[in-house]
């Protein structure tokens, strides 16, 4: 006798539907597979990929209003981090995406997304920040074109070059590009007319240094931020490299956290020695005067070997130490102690050499060509020369 569905069950039914098997369905329901579909059907609970707490990538993509291709997931799952999941439907496997994980993602890249395309509550609830975010990159979308450059902006551009009087912030006004897609089409066309250099002179005020900050933290894009600030974006990102060492907004959020801008800036090195203070290169100079100064008392160390004129053939000699035994030289040496020949694994030839070594000189130079050569292969970086 047919068994009715019951309130729990209906409830049951719409929980799990979407997010458990259809066989865990029928097992904790006691019920024929054709039964559940049935019930299914008639509850009109749509597709089973649809009610799920998981959507596809290119559910994803759609929702986001961008095209699905294989940068994208390569840039997004592997350079990025997002997670997929190994979701089981019937007999097909699919590579699915939490929506939890999604948000908390999206909100760790939030400059890196555009949602200007991308339709409210299309993935369900949305988090609070997503409308701000919606808003800025429709915004930004009206400001900036993003089509292909035509034949008539390019003459355009040649023409605001030539008259030598116009920066990146002017043209980004008059082409209705952003600063970086300008200067990446003076490249791509080979132009060598460049725009007049902003003043540098004018030094950052302490307000508009913490606004820089408080802006990166709200998810400001660098056109935005230039907007409130009034300078050129290649100004901002070399101030947000000089303090943080990289240009990623997204990373330079997360290392801000819950401070203001200049907290936790990035320790610099001697490499980066154009973005040192003045108080930094001093120190760095006085740190190099001693470096400077050792070095120099080793040389003169190294000058009384030659004396040692048995040196290459003993035991007893370092190279940066100087005779072991502490003679003052060959000529008086009662220590001396010559060294052993080596066999070489490779070669199979002897060698006479300081130190224990498993294969000569020429072999160790043969055996870190052929690793380059190695490395080269497997990296796809053409033939090692």
């Known amino acids: 006798m047919r068994r009715k569905w019951t309130d729990d069950d209906v409830n049951s039914l719409c929980e799990m539907w979407g997010n458990s098997s259809v066989e865990r369905i029928c097992t904790k329901l006691e019920r024929s597979k054709s039964s559940v579909i049935q019930k299914v059907n008639r509850l009109k609970l749509g597709a089973f990929l649809d009610n799920s707490i998981y959507i596809t990538k290119h559910q994803l993509f759609v929702a986001l209003g ?26 097909q496997t699919f590579n699915m995406i939490l929506i939890d994980e999604f948000w908390k993602w999206a909100y760790e890249n939030m400059n890196f997304l555009d949602f200007s395309s991308f339709q409210r ?11 701000e975010k919606r808003r800025k990159d429709i915004k930004k979308s009206y400001q900036f074109k993003r089509t292909p450059w035509s034949e008539f902006e390019d003459k355009e551009l ?30 791509d066309l080979g132009i060598k007319e460049r725009p007049v250099k902003a003043d540098n002179h ?8 913490m606004m820089l900050g408080e802006m990166i933290k709200n ?20 101030r947000v490299y000089n303090t943080y060492l ?4 997204d990373k330079v959020r997360a290392i801000i956290g819950d401070g203001n801008s200049g907290d936790n ?24 005067s001693r470096f400077i100064a050792c070095l120099s ?29 502490k003679e003052n030289g060959c000529d008086e040496c009662i220590s001396f102690v010559r060294l052993k020949p080596q066999f070489c694994k490779r070669c199979g030839k002897d060698f006479i050499e300081h130190g224990e070594h498993l294969y000569c000189q020429n072999c160790r130079e043969a055996r870190l060509k052929q690793a380059q050569r190695k490395y080269a292969i497997l990296n796809q970086k053409g033939e090692y020369r």
């Not at 981090?81 to 089981?88: A, D, E, P, Q, R």
């Not at 998810?219 to 230039?226: D, K, P, Q, R, V």
């Not at 080793?298 to 007893?316: A, G, P, S, T």
């Open 158 to 187: 040649m023409r605001l070059l030539s008259k030598y009087k116009y920066s990146y912030k002017e043209l980004s006004l008059k082409l209705k590009r952003t600063e970086g897609a300008i200067q990446r089409r003076i490249c």
């Open 246 to 249: 990289t240009e990623r907004l």
């Open 219 to 238: 998810g400001y894009s660098y056109e935005l931020i230039s907007e409130k600030i009034s300078k050129s974006v290649k100004a901002i990102r070399g």
């Open 121 to 131: 509550n299309s993935l369900g609830k949305e988090p609070k920040w997503v409308d």
């Open 297 to 325: 008392a080793d040389l003169d160390e190294i000058k009384k070997f030659n004396v040692y004129f048995q040196k290459d053939m003993c035991q007893n000699w370092d190279k940066y130490r100087g005779c072991k035994a």
């Open 66 to 91: 961008i095209n699905s291709d294989s940068y994208k997931n390569v840039s997004w799952l592997k350079n990025r981090g997002l997670k997929t999941h190994k979701v089981k439907r019937g007999k």
């Open 265 to 288: 800036a990035a320790s610099k090195q001697l490499k980066h020695k154009n973005l040192l203070s003045a108080e930094e290169k001093s120190e760095v100079k006085e740190l190099m």
């Open 202 to 209: 004018i030094k950052w005020t302490e307000s508009e240094y």
